[in-house]
């Protein structure tokens, strides 16, 4: 493995060499500590603590909070989450208006997918541990170490300029209040998990690329097959000899049988759930100035699920279908540590240090039809899979946050100085992939399965071992300077962040070949045909193979983004505030395919003239200015209410594409089992965002807010269908030309009497893409991809007289959103159906140190739905996936 620096200049002299901007870059690349310098004032939190009225107060706090702030944003602070008591940064944003959560982990904003999403950890970029994913999962942080969670709707330029539907901050805690001591235990199950699942004998124990396969790569020049075998021990040149056939098969055979096959997939009873976090932390004043505070956090996460499938092909559902028993049994866990010291509460030092490892074993089996294996002709495919990854996060910062009231005086209040430094990484590891073919022979009146055996093809066995490694710098500072006048204040900001992005991604597959082997031989299940006498007995033509894959399998990638910005905030008369200003953003890229089993150098030669081809796609870099206005009217009593404001605010932005969404690599989508290809064509889209905002609140609590939004789009990336087999469906990535988005946006609560009240929000969009002429896409203009044209979030709350009891019964509901674009044989876009999503959670408040919390989620049983309607007008159901009703109980002491 090449070090970081040296993949840095590895790819950023291919940047250099890239077309046009070859001379600039170069000359920037001369010095890679990057260019010269630039912040964020951080909103109130709360200080009242309510034990009655939880759920009603915390709800009325994300109003109270985003009052404060000159762009559309919610805030929740430590004090809010804690009352209500969320467990974790997931659950805590459900409260927040406009936020969908998918999975119970990624978030989804205005009802825009994940693409226009994008999280901050304390201000800094941080890769995702998810494979297919690039943000982070929520529901692995604990709500304890949060300070501060804000979710922006509208761009301000202290943000990043990769910004579509918002952004999520998470600010943690570095010194707590006082002795902070929780504990929770909890457990619960899946109505679709409370039978037998599914799993495998070795059970997540595989090692990654077998070390003898390794070296013989290495050995054999990349070429492991008999011939390729061959051609290094036969040294004279000429036709083998049978002796050196002889060996070089045995070679081949031993080689195969350092692949883990202890992979008989096992029918087993599925445990409950078991969850446990711990969290620790003090204070200390060391004098009337210096006090010092350290926060541990800890926790541990075990559940095993059933994700059963059924599809049906798009063209002839009757005949080609499947269904698949599917089991994933996933753990996490997770060490936060944070220290703080603070100096008369105007410098404040913090280093955080965080730890998630998240692991995922996997087993199934599909069974069904395909063109050449139908019901009625007595044949049925079976694919036996299991599948163990592992994910790690790893983020190390350090903040600072100093006040500078030396400086102040006269015309000049208070300045701020923030700072933050991130060093993060993130890996997934795939050490074992198998996927076996097989064949039964079924009776075409019964459906009875009579025999069994594996299919007689080149990946008769397929094994695919995949390394990702991500590694995130990011700095920056922050600078407010207010100036204060009778009636008048404004204040001055300016910042600099440098973000630096380095990932390898490796991957190879190896095949047993199976073909010209004798049927006898394949009888039977992969535990019955996989042994080691089997396969070693060379009367038996076994061949072992690597490579051939999906495509392209490995790539090394490094991203550099410098960042300047400026901005005012402008008050007067607390009637009217005007903020705007710009951000800039010098953008470089390069990503690199890796022929892992070219020992040649060939793929390497081709890379480097391509590279000096003008339209070259292995670098871009793209700079610009994106600014952002927002004026707010404030009037204290209009229609009654205590506090009213109304806000008009414009944008320009854009959305880059993900770095595995321009690689050539396929990959699998883990949540639904679905291939994907990236697509190195990808360009930028850009955005013009309009918005306005008028928000009503009243002396009762009672607050309700309409928000009208517009989004430009130019480029918009969009996921398609790749034209092919109805057998499997293989997605892509494509631009459209353009792409628009109107949205009204209606939120409220209202206080119902009797400790009741309900709150909820009401999103209504219409969205159009135009996809290129000639691209044979059933539909030119459509629906967005991942676009709802309705999402509504309802709750109805109650907290009781005495604080003791807590209950939420909370409704989500999406309308249909398009799930891929259509371009094959003129069927039409494929739509993620509607999910009814009701829950329901209990709090029992017994005294202030315990808690106990009931939660049912999915109560209707709802499914993942897909549908298409094909050529010949009829509605298919493509995919179907159980969810299940979750029910957990957790009890938390609190001292």
Do not use: C
């Not at 078991?274 to 932390?281: E, I, K």
């Not at 269904?323 to 936060?336: F, G, W």
């Not at 490579?547 to 399998?553: S, V």
């Amino acid at each position: 493995m090449q070090t970081n620096s040296l993949r840095k200049h590895t790819l950023f002299l291919a940047i250099a060499a890239a077309s046009g901007s070859a001379g600039s870059l170069a000359q920037d690349n001369e010095n890679t500590g990057m260019s010269a310098p630039m912040p964020a004032i951080e909103a109130p939190v709360l200080e009242e603590m309510l034990v009655t009225g939880r759920l009603m107060s915390g709800a009325q706090s994300v109003v109270d909070q985003r009052l404060q702030e000159p762009f559309a944003a919610d805030i929740l602070g430590s004090e809010q989450i804690s009352r209500v008591g969320d467990s974790n940064v997931a659950t805590a944003l459900l409260r927040v208006p406009g936020i969908t959560l998918i999975d119970n982990q990624y978030v989804y904003v205005r009802g825009l997918g994940e693409r226009y999403s994008s999280v901050l950890l304390n201000g800094a970029a941080v890769p995702s541990p998810e494979l297919t994913r690039n943000v982070l999962p929520l529901d692995g942080i604990p709500a304890s170490i949060v300070r501060t969670l804000k979710v922006q709707k509208s761009y301000s330029p202290d943000l990043p300029a990769h910004f579509g539907g918002g952004n999520v901050d998470i600010r943690t805690k570095s010194i707590p209040d006082e002795l902070v001591f929780e504990l929770s235990v909890g457990t619960g199950m899946n109505s679709e998990s409370s039978d037998d699942g599914l799993s495998y004998r070795s059970g997540g124990s595989t090692s990654g690329l077998p070390k003898a396969i390794d070296q013989a790569l290495d050995l054999y020049q990349g070429k492991v097959n008999v011939n390729g075998i061959v051609d290094i021990i036969d040294t004279n040149g000429g036709s083998p000899t049978a002796e050196q056939l002889t060996q070089a098969r045995t070679i081949n055979r031993e080689l195969m049988l350092n692949l883990d096959r202890n992979i008989e997939i096992e029918k087993k009873s599925i445990p409950v759930d078991v969850s446990t976090s711990v969290a620790l932390g003090n204070a200390w004043d060391i004098n009337d100035d210096w006090s010092i505070g350290a926060m541990l956090n800890a926790s541990y996460d075990n559940e095993t699920r059933n994700k059963n499938q059924r599809r049906q092909a798009i063209g002839d559902p009757d005949q080609i279908y499947s269904e698949t028993e599917r089991t994933v049994e996933e753990r996490s866990d997770l060490v936060a540590v944070n220290l703080g010291i603070d100096y008369q509460g105007m410098h404040n030092l913090e280093m955080n240090g965080y730890k998630i490892d998240n692991r995922e074993d996997e087993a199934q089996i599909e069974t069904g039809h395909d063109a050449s294996n139908r019901a009625q002709d007595g044949r049925q495919t079976v694919d036996y899979i299991t599948r163990y990854e592992e994910r790690s996060l790893e983020v190390l910062q350090f903040l600072g946050e100093h006040k500078l009231d030396q400086l102040s005086g006269g015309l000049l209040g208070d300045v701020m100085v923030d700072w933050v430094y991130s060093d993060s990484s993130a890996e997934t590891d795939i050490p074992g992939k198998a996927a076996v073919k097989g064949l039964n022979n079924i009776d075409a009146l019964t459906g009875e399965v009579t025999n069994t055996q594996i299919l007689a093809t080149s990946s008769a066995a397929t094994y695919s071992f995949l390394s990702l490694a991500d590694d995130v710098e990011n700095y920056g500072f922050d600078v407010a300077v207010p100036l204060l006048f009778d009636n008048t204040e404004i204040t001055f900001s300016g910042g600099y962040n440098y973000n630096d992005k380095v990932r390898e991604y490796y991957g190879y597959t190896a095949n047993i070949n199976a073909i010209g082997v004798s049927s006898n031989v394949l009888q039977g299940t992969p535990g019955n045909v996989l042994t080691d006498s089997k396969l070693t007995d060379l009367n038996s033509p076994f061949e072992f193979t690597v490579g051939g894959g999906l495509g392209t399998e490995s790539y090394i990638a490094a991203q550099m983004t410098d960042a300047a910005y400026g901005m005012f905030d402008l008050k007067w008369n607390e009637t009217i505030r005007v903020t705007g200003g710009a951000r800039y953003e010098d953008f470089r890229q390069a990503l690199l395919p890796v022929d892992l089993l070219d020992y040649s150098g060939e793929s390497i030669d081709k890379i480097i003239d391509e590279i000096q081809e003008d339209d070259q796609k292995f670098a871009l870099r793209d700079d610009g200015w994106y600014p952002s206005l927002a004026v707010t009217y404030m009037n204290s009593g209009f229609m009654g209410a205590q506090d009213f404001q109304v806000r008009a605010s414009f944008a320009q932005t854009l959305v880059r594409p993900d770095l595995r969404e321009v690689s050539d690599v396929y990959y699998i989508d883990p949540e639904l089992g679905i291939q994907v290809q990236g697509n190195s064509r990808l360009q930028t889209s850009d955005i013009d965002h309009f918005d306005l905002r008028s928000e009503w609140v009243y002396d009762n609590g009672d607050n309700f807010t309409l928000s009208l939004f517009y989004k430009d789009i130019t480029n918009p990336i969009e996921q398609s269908r790749v034209p092919g087999s109805d057998d499997s469906i293989l997605l892509t990535f494509y631009n459209a030309v353009s792409g628009e988005i109107t949205g009204l946006e209606f939120e409220g609560l209202k206080e119902l009497g009797a400790g009741f009240f309900v709150t909820g929000n009401l999103t209504l969009t219409d969205s159009e893409i135009i996809s290129p002429e000639g691209g044979g896409f059933t539909n030119i203009k459509r629906q967005m991809t991942g676009q709802s044209d309705y999402m509504f979030n309802g709750q109805l709350g109650f907290d009781s007289d005495d604080g003791m009891h807590t209950v939420a019964l909370a409704y989500n509901l999406f309308g249909e959103r398009v799930y891929y674009a259509s371009n094959n044989n003129g069927h039409d876009d494929a739509f993620e159906q509607p999910f009814n999503s009701l829950n329901i959670v209990y709090s029992f408040y017994p005294t202030e140190l315990f808690t106990t919390k009931l939660k049912i989620d999915n109560i209707l049983d709802e499914k993942r739905t897909f549908e298409q309607t094909n050529s010949n007008g009829n509605t298919v159901t493509i995919l179907e996936q159980d969810v299940g009703t979750s029910v957990s109980l957790e009890v938390k002491y609190t001292f």
